[in-house]
């Protein structure tokens, strides 16, 4: 993932467990790790997030509901593959639909976040967003790490702040592990995400100057245009 982040963060990580029991969680969106993003001006009903509903597992029927109640017409599913997403298509009749018409993407990426393979299939998507309608679904096989990062870094470039992206990247170590807010645990987690944008930059930076770091790493790391760029903030604004 991140060469930065070190052993304290991995052992954090791995004490996590969580329960594939729904009744165990509150919501089928807690338990979906589903959600609106809305940070800083992506607009309302625009960007959601969530688990692969197409995983074949116990909470990918509950994405898949959860997709068609917002009216999903475009997903980025930076995980799987034909042969991945076909075996969990049964399960999920409104992602179905969406293959169907075209309206899927699967990108197959790996957790390298800063790899030539990941940046260039992350570009791909990216201008699937920008040339396919809202409401947009991002996803991986839990919605956290992958799903995590590209998230993160949308919002960034529609100017959230250090402490929204972070809250929002968060929230999926709630929804699975139940992660308190002032604990170690939470804080060592979430150094995770502030790793993300310091290797992006090259070295630690004011936070009140995300939105550039963002635009000139999507600009001239992952390779989109001015052009591309303007489009993908404009469409994650809804306009």
């Known amino acids: 993932m991140l060469d930065k ?3 304290a963060e991995e052992y954090a990580i791995r004490q996590l467990e969580r329960s594939d029991n729904r009744d165990d969680y509150a919501s089928d969106a807690i338990f979906s790790n589903f959600r609106m993003v809305d940070e800083g001006d992506i607009a309302e009903g625009v960007l959601y997030r969530s688990c ?4 074949g597992d116990a909470r990918a ?4 509901k959860l997709a068609g109640e917002a009216g999903i017409k475009t997903v980025i599913n930076l995980s799987g593959n034909e042969e991945t997403m076909l075996s969990g298509l049964a399960g999920a009749p409104y992602y179905a639909t969406l293959v169907e018409s075209g309206n899927v993407i699967m990108l197959d990426m790996g957790v390298d976040f800063f790899s030539p393979d990941f940046t260039e299939k992350l570009a791909t998507g990216l201008r699937f ?5 809202a409401p947009y679904l991002i996803h991986c096989n839990e919605g956290k790490d992958r799903a995590g990062m590209t998230v993160a870094l949308l919002e960034a470039l529609s100017g959230a702040t250090m402490d929204e992206i972070v809250a929002d990247y968060m929230e999926s170590y709630e929804n699975y592990y139940g992660v308190e807010k002032g604990t170690e645990q939470y804080d060592m987690i979430a150094q995770i995400i502030i790793d993300f944008f310091e290797t992006m930059n090259g070295r630690p930076f004011p936070y009140d100057a995300l939105k550039t770091v ?4 999507t600009l ?3 390779g989109l245009s001015s ?4 489009a993908l903030e404009a469409v994650l604004q809804g306009k």
Request: proline share 7%; aromatic share 12%; net charge negative.
């Open 5 to 7: 982040g070190g052993y």
């Open 52 to 55: 692969s509903p197409v995983r």
């Open 61 to 64: 029927p509950y994405a898949d």
């Open 129 to 133: 967003m920008i040339a396919h309608e």
């Open 214 to 217: 963002a635009e000139q790493y």
């Open 220 to 222: 001239n790391t992952i």
């Open 227 to 230: 052009a591309e760029l303007n």
